[in-house]
C-alpha cells in the first residue's frame, strides 16, 4: 500500500511539473516590460520612460510622439486671412467708430474700406475716418466717442499723451504701424534733395532762418560756388518769392508733431521738448512767424503742393500718393552723419536698432544708431477699451486688430508706404489684445 501512494504521488509530482513546463511560455508573456511614453502638457512634448505589463503606457500618455500645437490662438491660422483664421468670423453684424492719427489714415483706408478692407463676411463696417489726429484719437477713446482710436503715442503720463481723467490700465494699447515722417518743401525740381541739418530745422521752426538763400543752408549744400549753392542763392537774386520760407505746421495736437520735435531734441539740434502740441501751444511754442497751420497730414500735404519755398514735417506715405509731386524731401542726417534719402529700407533699420522691446512706456525709435538709419521713424498705436461692454463689438474690434497687425502687414503695409511691422512686434500686438475681455471672457479667441 506504501508503494502504491509512492508511485502515485511521483505521478502527480511529474504531471505538476510538465503543467509548469508547459506554462512557462505563458507567465513570461506577462512580465513587466519598458517602454517609453509620451504626452503634451503645456504644448510641450514630456517623455518618460515605463515598465508594465505588455508594455502598456499609462492612462494619458501614448507610444506615439505628439506634435505641439502652434501657439496662435486658433493653432497657426489666425491673423491668416485663409479659411479657418477665426479673425475672419464674428457673431452679428457691427459698425466701428474709428478716429486720431492722420500718419495712420493710408492705412486704415485700406484696411477698413474697398476691396482690401476687412468685413468679416460682410458683418463688420467702419464709420469714415476723419484723421483728427493722434490727439484726437486718444481724447476719442477716452470718452467713449469711438470704438478704436488711433495716435503715434500711446497713452502714459510719463510721454504727457494721457487725457485728463483716464486711467491707462483701463486700456490696451498696440503697435498697428511702423513708418516714418519726412521734412518736406517745394522749390522745384530744380532744387530737389536739399541738405538740412537737425539745426537748421529747428532754426527754421523757431523763426532764426526764414529764407531759402541763408548762407547756412547753402554751406550745407556744398557752398556758393556749387550747383545747388548757386541756384539757392538764385532765388535771392531774382528776388524769387519762393526764397522766403512759409513753414507749415500741424495746427491740433498731433504724433507727427511728437515725433518731429522728439527726432530735434534728441539729435541736439533744439531746446525744445518732445510735445505733440500745436506750435502756438503755451510752454514750449516755437516761433517762426510766416506760418500756416494745417489740420492733418493730408492737408499739411496739400498746403506744401501749393506754396512755393514752403516747408512742414509730413508722413512718408503721403508723398507716395498722386497729385503730392510737387512736394521734395529734404535728405537728413543719421546719427552716423551720413546723408539720407527716406525709404522704407532706411525705416526698417530705425525699427531694427531699436529692437523689439516696444512698449507704451518705450516707444520712441527717432535718431537710432547705425548707418543708413533714417532719423525719424516711429510706430504708431491703436487704443482700445479693456473691458468691452458690448461683446459683439468687442470681438469684432480685437479680430480687425489682429488681422491687421499680421496679414495685412504683409499684403497692404508696403503699398501703403509704410513698414511690415516686425514678427516679434505683430506678436506683441497680439499679446496685447489678449487682455480684451468682455465679462471675463478673452474675446480674441473666441469662435462665434
Avoid at 116 to 137: L, Q
Amino acid at each position: 500500500m506504501k508503494n502504491l501512494f509512492r508511485s502515485l504521488a511521483a505521478v502527480a509530482l511529474a504531471v505538476a511539473g510538465l503543467l509548469a513546463v508547459v506554462s512557462a511560455p505563458a507567465s513570461a508573456s506577462t512580465k513587466n516590460k519598458a517602454v517609453v511614453c509620451y504626452r503634451l502638457k503645456s504644448n510641450k512634448v514630456q517623455s518618460k520612460r515605463y515598465e508594465s505589463k505588455g508594455g502598456v503606457c499609462p492612462k494619458g500618455w501614448s507610444k506615439h510622439k505628439p506634435k505641439p500645437t502652434s501657439t496662435a490662438p486658433s493653432g497657426g491660422l489666425q491673423g491668416s486671412n485663409k479659411t479657418g483664421d477665426i479673425d475672419l468670423v464674428v457673431p452679428s453684424s457691427v459698425s466701428l467708430a474709428i478716429n486720431g492719427s492722420s500718419f495712420d489714415a493710408p492705412m486704415v483706408g485700406a484696411t477698413t474700406s474697398g476691396s482690401t478692407g476687412y468685413t468679416a463676411g460682410g458683418k463688420v463696417s467702419f464709420s469714415s475716418y476723419p484723421a483728427a489726429g493722434s490727439g484726437a484719437g486718444r481724447t476719442s477713446i477716452t470718452n467713449g466717442s469711438v470704438d478704436i482710436g488711433f495716435s503715434d503715442q500711446p497713452m502714459t503720463p510719463t510721454a504727457a499723451t494721457l487725457p485728463s481723467g483716464a486711467v491707462e490700465a483701463n486700456y490696451v494699447q498696440v503697435p498697428y504701424i511702423l513708418g516714418g515722417a519726412v521734412v518736406g518743401y517745394n522749390l522745384g525740381s530744380s532744387l530737389n534733395n536739399i541738405k538740412l541739418t537737425t539745426n537748421e530745422v529747428a532754426k527754421i521752426f523757431d523763426g532764426q532762418i526764414t529764407t531759402w538763400s541763408n548762407l547756412a543752408i547753402i554751406n550745407t549744400n556744398g557752398g556758393l560756388s556749387s550747383t545747388t549753392g548757386k541756384a539757392l542763392q538764385a532765388l535771392y537774386t531774382s528776388n524769387s518769392p519762393a526764397d522766403t520760407m512759409k513753414v507749415i505746421y500741424r495746427s491740433a495736437s498731433s504724433g507727427t508733431t511728437y515725433a518731429f520735435t522728439d527726432w530735434l531734441h534728441s539729435s541736439g539740434g533744439s531746446t525744445h521738448t518732445p510735445s505733440g502740441n500745436p506750435m502756438e501751444g503755451s510752454g514750449n511754442a516755437w516761433h517762426a512767424t510766416n506760418i500756416l497751420g494745417a489740420a492733418n497730414n493730408a492737408a499739411l500735404a496739400t498746403d506744401i503742393n501749393a506754396t512755393p519755398g514752403s516747408i512742414g514735417y509730413i508722413e512718408y506715405s503721403y508723398l507716395l500718393i498722386p497729385g503730392n509731386a510737387a512736394i521734395q524731401s529734404a535728405s537728413l542726417q543719421d546719427r552716423e552723419g551720413q546723408w539720407l534719402q527716406p525709404s522704407l529700407t532706411n525705416i526698417a533699420a530705425a525699427a531694427a536698432a531699436a529692437g523689439t522691446n516696444i512698449t507704451p512706456d518705450s516707444f520712441s525709435i527717432v535718431n537710432e544708431p547705425g548707418n543708413k538709419v533714417w532719423p525719424l521713424a516711429t510706430y504708431s498705436w491703436a487704443i482700445v477699451a479693456k473691458n468691452q461692454t458690448n461683446e459683439a463689438k468687442g470681438e469684432a474690434i480685437v479680430k480687425y486688430l489682429d488681422w491687421e497687425t499680421h496679414y495685412a502687414q504683409s499684403a497692404l503695409a508696403k503699398a501703403e508706404g509704410y513698414v511690415p511691422l516686425p514678427t516679434a512686434v505683430a506678436a506683441y500686438s497680439r499679446q496685447q489684445l489678449m487682455n480684451v475681455t468682455s465679462g471675463g471672457a478673452v474675446l480674441l479667441t473666441k469662435t462665434s
